[in-house]
């Protein structure tokens, strides 16, 4: 575990920051802002389209950042990765486009309790759109997906389950290769929202088999406004384009249109080169961490700061033990509001996310109106946990 705070120029710069809110976004590397920097000053231009030597390298160097990027997630058919802005448009994507040419009336769509409004909102609305029935997994009082009742709720007329693979609001790991395995027994196709897993456990999106996984490169080292779709090719071409323009076409008449092959078809416009290449560089960074040092990193002081927290009287942990859970601790003091703990604690500089995480059925479900959340990633140390834990000392003396 090499991840050292002087690599990130902005964690660097605040030596007193305590920096957790890692599951909204991560801090960035140097060698990520370096790789952009270096793109925009040496390789700038738009890709695909100049016969000229140095949109040829803009066209490269966007090539390249899709390979590193797909060989780092385990996808071998680099074509079925497609860029998008993040795991919100990635979900979008498939629930627009492949769900309206899909999923009909009567057909049923199955989440669960536990998602984010991104991977939650666009199945409402499509099964609102187009009259089909969605289906709401159930999540047990320690923040699980019921997997008995999933069991059952996938059937016949499921025509998609769409589930995360990491809770962002508890940091439950699910258990994603059971979930898939009982959705493709009964023939729905998978989507998987992996925003809280590609950042922090080992990956390999061919061998877990879901149809379509999305996730974002600004919660994993990489720039804002660049994310991941990857889908199976036949999935792919199947389906309708989302966006049309250009880039995306094959042949333009006059009153119909023919489609680029993968993965331009489901990249209208031009494109985001210097955030690909960010993100080839973040992931690059990853991999020399290697990302089982980052899991067993991170589990180390989730364990930790959960045992350090649940010592403090009044404090309630939500989600399953921490070895179930992602960089994730998910909390609650007394009847402090989550908000004033999270101002008390930005007054120590200790950067924490309080409310309900964009996961509004799952905080119903759990009869909470918010939590406090504490997130860890590479560059946080015990020294994090500290200042979390004499935040939250201090909060119970302020409020009594
Ligand atoms: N899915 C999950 C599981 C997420 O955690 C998030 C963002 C998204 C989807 C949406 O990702 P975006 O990059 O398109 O915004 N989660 C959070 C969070 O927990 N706090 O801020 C953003």
């Not at 999106?205 to 990857?230: E, N, Q, R, T």
Request: charged fraction near 20%.
């Amino acid at each position: 575990m090499t991840a050292k705070r002087a690599d990130f120029p902005l964690l660097a710069s605040s030596p007193g920051l305590h920096y957790l809110d890692s599951a909204a976004t991560s801090q960035k590397p140097r060698a990520v802002l370096d790789a952009m920097m270096h793109y925009y000053t040496h390789d700038n231009a738009n890709p695909h389209r100049g016969a000229y030597a140095l949109s040829a390298r803009a066209t490269d160097r966007y090539h390249q950042a899709r390979e590193t990027i797909a060989a780092f997630v385990g996808v071998r058919d680099s074509a079925c990765l497609i860029f998008t802005r993040g795991t919100t448009e990635s979900l979008n994507l498939v629930a627009t486009a492949w769900g309206r040419a899909n999923v009909g009336r009567d057909d049923e769509i199955v989440i669960t309790g536990l998602e984010h409004h991104a991977n939650f909102v666009p199945w409402q609305q499509l099964a609102n759109a187009v009259g089909a029935k969605l289906r709401i997994c159930d999540v047990t009082a320690d923040g699980r997906v019921d997997i008995d009742q999933f069991r059952t709720l996938v059937g016949p007329r499921t025509k998609v389950a769409a589930f995360n693979h990491v809770s962002n609001a508890l940091g439950t790991i699910n258990p994603v290769r059971e979930m898939i395995a009982i959705a493709h027994a009964a023939g729905a196709i998978v989507v998987c929202d992996g925003a809280q897993a590609a950042p922090h456990l080992p990956l390999d999106i061919d061998a877990l088999g879901a149809d379509f996984y999305a996730f974002s490169g600004h919660k994993m080292l990489g720039p804002m406004g660049c994310g991941v779709l990857v889908g199976k090719r036949a999935v792919l071409e199947a389906m309708p384009p989302y966006q049309t323009g250009g880039d995306m076409i094959e042949y333009v008449a006059d009153d119909r249109s023919t489609w680029n092959v993968l993965p331009h078809k489901f990249e209208a416009g031009t494109p985001n080169v210097a955030d690909a290449v960010g993100l080839a560089a973040a992931c690059d960074y990853l991999q020399q961490l290697g990302m089982a040092d980052v899991r067993a990193h991170e589990q180390t002081l989730t364990a930790l700061a959960t045992e350090r927290l649940l010592a403090i009287p009044e404090v309630a942990v939500y989600g399953p033990p921490p070895a179930e859970r992602s960089g994730v601790v998910s909390f609650t003091v007394g009847q402090i509001h989550p908000h004033d703990l999270a101002t008390i604690l930005d007054e120590l500089d200790v950067c924490i996310r309080a409310g309900h995480h964009c996961a509004q059925p799952l905080m119903r479900r759990l009869n909470l109106p918010a939590t406090a959340r504490a997130s860890f990633y590479v560059y946080n140390s015990e020294a994090d946990v500290d200042a979390l834990v004499a935040g939250v000392q201090r909060a119970r003396e302020v409020f009594g």
